[in-house]
């Protein structure tokens, strides 16, 4: 029987898998220190190290950046080099410590160990300013925003060189939403422009570490980004909404990249959810793009579900669907 990591490169490369991949089964999440900071408690506040404050008001499903005149970042996209302090990334033995202990439980013959960046690019420039003006500065003060961008990669670039000696991931994970549930934020060419060579940067320097796999959660409309991310050098995106059409996304470019997604979870991760729901988008899942280049799963970043019993019922759902078409 093959490894959830080995079924997971049959799926990856056009091979003989033996079953759907279970979500996120074929890896698990390798720790580094601070790697959460700044994710408050629901009903919470809470600073990150680059001073945003983020919020997450009580009955709301996930918190977000508070982007009024007195938590704003950047107050001046002009000026931005007064307001953007990078954070350290000098850690402590201690603050290693419950991470290597973390990491070395993981076990790399049955999974992929990955490291992940959050947020991306264009969430970063969001989170300095929100959302509304960083859009605004991409089209009106674009050598600012450049230079927002290149001075988050010079230190996500310092932090690989810190981190991949000692956890030594085999994918690198970057999240970064880049679109509502019907389009992008930006256009292709926009893209490109302010964004394709900083991920190409950084996803190689990753690959110099000894990085096997890029992997992209964005769970949004980005459909009309994918030959850039196939550019870029992603292998994996994550987080593929049902609007993207994934069945023809598999269809084009599947052996270029794989699909990770196309089980929204706003259908099946809410209040009202049901077995009966969770079945039937399963089932929509895995016979509309099949076998190959395609992983079911729910379109949230990692488990588990914001609601109990949800994440469990899919991955049961899928199990069913291998039994019935491997």
Sequence with gaps: MLTPKENFLEVHTGGKPERFVKQFEFFAM?????????????????????????????G???????????????????????????????YTEEEWAECDAANAQINRDEVFVSIMT????????????????????????????????????????????????????????????????????????MFKEFFLDAYKTLFNRWREYGVELIYMHNDSYSANLVPYFIEAGIDI?????????????????????????DINSGVVDSPY???????????????????????PSMTMAFPPTLYPGVDECIDECIEKMSKEMF
């Excluded at 995106?237 to 997604?261: R, Y």
């Design 237 to 261: 995106w994550q987080g593929v909404m049902t609007e993207c059409d994934c069945p023809e996304l598999v269809k084009e470019f599947g052996g270029q990249i794989t699909f990770m997604g």
């Design 118 to 189: 959050f947020p991306g690019f264009f969430e970063h420039l969001h989170y300095m300013m929100g959302m509304g003006s960083a859009l605004e500065y991409m089209a009106t003060e674009p050598e600012a925003i450049k230079g927002i961008v290149n001075n988050y990669l010079q230190f996500q670039l310092d932090r690989a060189d810190v981190l991949a000696p000692r956890i030594k991931p085999s994918i690198y994970s970057l999240s970064d939403d880049l679109g509502t549930q019907r389009n992008s934020f930006m256009s292709p060419a």
């Design 30 to 58: 390798g720790m580094a220190p601070r790697m959460f900071g700044g994710f408050p408690e629901p009903g919470g506040d809470a600073i990150d190290d680059w001073g945003v404050t983020t919020r997450w008001p009580e």
């Design 60 to 90: 709301v499903v996930t918190p977000f950046p508070v982007h009024d005149d007195e938590h704003k970042v950047v107050k001046d996209i002009n000026k931005w080099q007064d307001y953007i302090h990078n954070p350290s990334l000098e």
């Design 273 to 295: 959810w049901t077995p009966e729901i969770v079945e039937r988008e399963v089932r929509r899942a895995c016979t509309t793009n099949g076998k190959l280049y395609f992983v």
